[in-house]
Antibody, heavy 117, light 107 residues
């Protein structure tokens, strides 16, 4: 079955960096756009970034532009999010999701990123 | 960015009730709207896309309608498993934006 499994979350100090990974299985990963979406504790959902199937196109929310970089390795069925210059307001559960160039389905289980000194 | 506003923010209902959640867009989004269900500690799950298309495997008691700026998610007869938080999301333009969520509680 289609499965997405995130990893790489953890506690990081403000200004620090973290790289999230998302391992995909059960579908032809290279055929699909992929996105990262986050959810701050007790809050709603915020789309963060997407990448096209061949990595030709990427886009970012204004809140992370210039600090986060999305990438993928289709040979490894993996999606990544490099997060630099982290701020307290980046604290959230980060989900990867298959992007149907519109809606998101399915979602991974999420990985928690906590930015705190 | 297009702003999505859901109402109500919290809804108390009983098993067997018919409930409706409303989502309004700050500008027309045609039918480019999805609905998700999220349970505590879990990832969101897609229910409906293109405003009224039911995702495979989702019970038929869920339905979506609307176009332009006003949309509804209806659950025809609430089941115990339906108590959760529901989000709408527009994908008419980048960035895709979500409503603030509607928490469906047991009365």
């Amino acid at each position: 079955q289609v499965q997405l499994v995130e990893s790489g979350g953890g506690l990081v100090k403000p200004g620090g960096s973290l790289r999230l990974s998302c391992a995909a299985s059960g579908f032809t990963f290279s055929d699909y756009y992929m996105s990262w979406i986050r959810q701050a504790p007790g809050k709603g959902l915020e789309w963060v970034s997407y990448i096209s199937s061949s990595s030709s196109y990427t886009n970012y929310a204004d809140s992370v532009k210039g600090r986060f970089t999305i990438s993928r390795d289709n040979a490894k069925n993996s999606l990544y999010l490099q997060m630099n210059s982290l701020r307290a307001e980046d604290t959230a559960v980060y989900y990867c999701a298959r992007d149907w160039v519109g809606w998101f389905d399915p979602w991974g289980q999420g990985t928690l990123v906590t930015v705190s000194s | 960015d297009i702003q999505m506003t859901q109402s109500p923010s919290t809804l108390s209902a009983s098993v067997g009730d018919r409930v409706t959640i409303t989502c309004r867009a700050s500008q027309s989004i045609s039918s480019w709207l999805a609905w998700y269900q999220q349970k505590p500690g879990k990832a969101p799950k897609l229910l409906i896309y293109k405003a009224s298309s039911l995702e495979s495997g989702v019970p038929s008691r869920f339905s979506g309608s609307g176009s332009g700026t006003e949309f509804t998610l209806t659950i025809s007869s609430l089941q115990p498993d339906d108590f959760a938080t529901y989000y709408c999301q527009q994908y008419n333009s980048n960035p895709g934006t979500f409503g603030q969520g509607t928490k469906l509680e047991i009365k």
